[in-house]
């Protein structure tokens, strides 16, 4: 048996049996930790909290026959506000979905981390609006999984992106310039519904908040933000369904 206290946030929770719980942690040090909270879910248990999602603190973990158990919690945060705003507390949720379909067991994860930490402050306690929240937010998930978009040349001919019109290739992860683009339309090649139109405005938002860096991007000014093309991107990276993504209003 091992018992060790970790700094983690819940990201996802399962019912269980008539008063617990299966949680899934993430702890920047350890990435993917799963647990089961006993009695969580009778009214005066000291544990009531520590089991809902966003709930953030030290959690003393016994580790045996490989189950793990929070035996007690030391909470810090539990974002408690983004329950009284339903299309906050949407985007809030499917925050740590696209954070729980990457975190593995045993793998540090300390930027990944701070940039859930960081979004997730902004939206519950500030009146920032939660639509460039979120495409900042999978701008840097984009690029701390190693699949930042690439900015500054058409991602075909090399050009350097001066004037528009642009163009996003979901494909090749970058911008591609009018010529490129139309030259790939007239040849046919395939991935056309791929290539979606970017406004030049849109291509200067995520230079900017990319190159602000992880938490200073937060203050980017909002207004061209593409949220629907960041959730393709990304969502399509993924390959897989990003749970409550339904629920998220366009
Ligand atoms: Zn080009």
């Known amino acids: ?44 248990s000291h544990n009531l909290n520590a089991g809902e999602l966003f709930a953030l603190g030290d959690y003393m973990l016994y580790e045996s026959g490989g189950r ?28 740590l979905s696209v954070t729980e379909a990457v975190v593995e067991p045993e793998q540090e994860r300390q ?19 939660w639509r460039p929240l979120l495409a900042g937010f999978l701008l840097h998930f984009a690029a701390a999984e190693g699949f930042k978009p ?12 001066e004037e528009g019109p642009f163009f996003f290739d979901l494909e090749e992860g970058g911008v591609l310039c009018a010529a490129c683009r139309e030259a790939k339309r007239q040849s046919g090649e395939p991935g056309e519904k791929d290539r979606v139109s970017l406004a030049p405005q849109q291509l200067r938002w995520m230079r900017e908040a990319l190159g602000r860096g992880s938490a200073a991007w937060l203050d980017t000014p909002e207004s061209y933000a593409p949220l629907p093309l960041l959730r393709r ?8 369904r990003i749970r409550s993504a339904a629920l998220l209003p366009e």
Not at 116 to 127: E, G, I, V
Not at 233 to 240: F, N, P
């Open 1 to 44: 048996m091992i018992q060790t206290e970790n700094t983690a946030i819940v990201l996802r929770h399962v019912d269980y049996r008539d008063n617990d719980r299966m949680v899934t942690l993430f702890s920047p040090s350890r990435g993917r930790i799963d647990a089961v909270i006993r009695n969580c879910r009778k009214p005066r």
């Open 68 to 95: 793990t158990t929070v035996t007690s919690v030391r909470l810090t945060e539990t974002f408690y506000t983004l329950r009284e705003n339903y299309e906050r507390l949407t985007c809030g949720t499917y925050l």
């Open 111 to 129: 930027e990944l981390f701070m940039l859930l930490l960081h979004t997730l402050s902004r939206l519950a306690f500030s009146d920032q609006p």
């Open 150 to 161: 690439r900015l500054n040349h058409c991602v075909a001919c090399g050009r350097s992106l």
């Open 233 to 240: 991107y990304v969502e399509g990276r993924l390959g897989r």
